[in-house]
């Protein structure tokens, strides 16, 4: 829960900084004028539906605060919700409303991405030759888990908080971590057998290597093999056995 919470004071002390959230806010924000400009022809059909999509929002909300472990993710899912039910109920005022917003969050979509959790942890930043040097040279760690993702994947954007905390909890001298971007570097999706293709993109994929030979990889080496779990922390985990490989430094293997 301290995490949670301490994502939400991070999270909302970016809208107003971030693009992306302010261009949202605004767009919400921009409701209430058009909603007082036509207050003389208010319904009480409309007051109903304000006050069901409100309260299913709220509901929807509270569901996926739970259930979502990043908060990147949690705001995805929330904005969804509010752009469905805001053109819902515009809809019960004037049809050209809810085209009107519908047009404005296709263009925020064009112009805004969500942001990624920006920090790394414990993990490195590496170019794919850095990544060579690293795993053909036999002075550094026994594991190295490379996260491959690029920023304009909505599914890197959700799960980008989860890396790096795994990094902080298990980075040892026995496993390091790092991390791609096919963004910058999308060549080097091809030299690890990554999809990039939009309908069976395979990003974000974590591999693991030891002693410079891949041992294993999610999600698994075939084109049609997309994460269709969501990525978090206890998947990693019990996926790479990154508890046993945390054992396995303690105990001195």
Not at 7 to 14: D, L, Q
Not at 63 to 87: G, H, P
Not at 175 to 201: C, E, Q, Y
Not at 237 to 250: P, S
């Amino acid at each position: 829960m301290e995490k949670k919470r301490e994502g939400v004071i991070e999270g909302t002390s970016r809208i107003v900084s971030d693009p992306y959230y302010f261009l949202h806010l605004m767009a919400f924000f921009s409701y209430l004028p058009i909603r007082s400009s036509t207050a003389q022809y208010t319904s009480h059909r409309l007051v109903d539906r304000e006050l069901q999509a409100f309260l299913a929002f709220l509901m929807f909300s509270a569901i996926k605060m739970v259930r979502e472990e990043t908060w990147e993710a949690f705001v995805a899912d929330s904005l969804l919700y509010a752009k469905i039910f805001l053109i819902a109920v515009t809809l019960v005022m004037d049809y050209r409303v809810a085209i009107w917003f519908s047009v404005v969050f296709s263009v925020i979509y064009l112009l805004a991405q969500q942001p990624a959790f920006s920090r790394l942890g414990t993990a490195k930043k590496l170019t794919p030759m850095q990544l060579e040097d690293l795993l053909s040279d036999g002075t550094t760690t026994k594991y190295w888990l490379i996260e491959f993702y690029a920023c304009s994947s909505s599914k890197c954007v959700r799960s980008s908080r989860c890396f790096p905390e795994l990094s902080i909890t298990y980075s040892n001298n026995l496993l390091s971590f790092g991390t791609i971007d096919l963004g910058l570097f999308p060549n080097t999706a091809a030299k690890f057998g990554i999809s990039l293709a939009g309908g069976v993109s395979q990003l974000p994929t974590y591999i693991l290597f030891e002693k410079g030979v891949e041992v294993s990889r999610f999600p698994d080496f075939y084109v049609d093999a997309t994460p269709s779990l969501p990525i978090t922390k206890k998947l990693l985990c019990q996926y790479f056995e990154l508890d046993r490989l945390l054992l396995d430094y303690i105990n001195g293997s």
